[in-house]
């Protein structure tokens, strides 16, 4: 099973305060000790939102709003993508977040990602599903 870490964004992370040396060396080093027991897929830190944009229909209209976005809290500054057996393996790691990035005051939020045999009769036809498969660049 696949799952996302959303690491939550905060007045910092919005803000653009990049990470100290010690700081990026726990975060690389708790990403690695990870991998020795999950499967890492990917993951990054993101932009903060002043430098995004949203899109947004309204009656099947787009309309582009330019960031910053006000709600730190409905907002993400990174994601690590991981495999593993079951959600509590997943929280286990989560709960070893390092104490030194964001000041022991960081939120987390896991969510397991769809696999396309999930999704129902859509997905029934293999055609369908190995082209999904080659766009998203899976096997």
Known sequence: MRFMIIRKSDADTEAGVMPTEAQARSMIDYHAEMAKHLKVLGGDGLH????????????GKPMVIDGPFAETKELIAGYTMVEA????????????????CGEANVELEIRRVFELEELGDAFARPTLREHANAVFGRS
């Open 48 to 59: 903060p939102s002043s430098r995004g944009a949203r899109v947004k229909f309204t009656d």
């Open 85 to 100: 057996d079951s959600l509590e393996a997943v929280l286990e790691w989560a709960r070893r977040w390092p104490m030194d």
